[in-house]
């Protein structure tokens, strides 16, 4: 069974400062993806990692993906606010395309003035 | 709006009543999956369709739940004789079928409480 770990759970930082969000997963897999969810919203997409090595930056976010590993890391450039949301990484199996994505428990991330 | 759509957004119902959901993916997408979130955890698979045929059912999906995607367009999921444990939040998504990779989008969701 297909397992994915994230922590911290919960986040609390400073604006301005860097913080590093791991993923762990159990199996082998080369297709790792990075959700957002505000509360009481749906998921947006962020990132979509498809092998080893993979990087992919957009605004303060980086993400990055180590299939040896089975690790992934998003990493948080000068926080701010507008970053105040829930992480979710998730992974889909290796011998099918298309089929289930399994979730973390998500990262609750609080950026602080 | 060409998102993924989802309706109603809202639902209370009492315990052993049928409750049923609407989900409307992005017109291209032919593939389309449900998934059920609970407060501080990150979704849960349910089903998913590829066209009209669902392909891969959760064990979470018990026998009250069933889920159609009649002409493979919009979907329904039901749920018969709801129970407390079943309150969630219901997401449903969709995605384009591609060789090497699987982003889904996802709709607003379904919030169900029963009472």
């Known amino acids: 069974e297909l397992k994915v770990e994230q922590n911290p759970l919960f986040l609390s930082m400073q604006e301005g400062k860097n913080y590093t969000i791991y993923c762990n997963y159990s199996t082998t897999s080369d297709r790792l993806y990075w959700y957002r969810q505000d509360p009481g919203k749906s998921l947006e997409s962020l990132f979509v990692l498809l092998s080893n090595g993979a990087v992919k930056q957009e605004g303060r976010l980086m993400a990055s993906l180590d299939t040896k590993a089975r690790l992934s890391t998003l990493h948080i450039t000068a926080a701010v606010h507008d970053l105040s949301a829930t992480y979710f990484c998730?992974?889909?199996?290796?011998?099918?395309?298309?089929?289930?994505?399994?979730f973390g428990e998500g990262t609750q991330l609080t950026v602080n003035p | 709006d060409t998102g993924v759509s989802q309706d109603p957004r809202h639902k209370i119902t009492k315990r052993g009543q049928n409750v049923t959901f609407r989900c409307d993916p992005i017109s291209e997408h032919n593939r389309l999956y449900w998934y059920r979130q609970t407060l501080g955890q990150g979704p849960e698979f349910l089903t998913y369709?590829?066209?009209?045929?669902?392909?891969?059912k959760s064990r979470l999906l018990s026998d009250r739940f069933s889920a159609e995607r009649p002409k493979g367009s919009f979907s329904t999921l039901e749920i018969q004789r709801t129970e407390q444990g079943d309150s969630a939040m219901y997401l449903c998504?969709?995605?384009?079928?591609?060789?090497?990779?699987?982003?889904?989008?996802f709709g607003p969701g379904t919030r169900l409480t029963v009472l």
């Open positions: 998504a969709s995605s384009l079928l591609r060789l090497i990779y699987n982003e889904q989008f």
């Open positions: 998730a992974v889909d199996r290796q011998e099918t395309s298309g089929s289930r994505l399994t």
């Open positions: 369709f590829q066209n009209e045929a669902q392909l891969e």
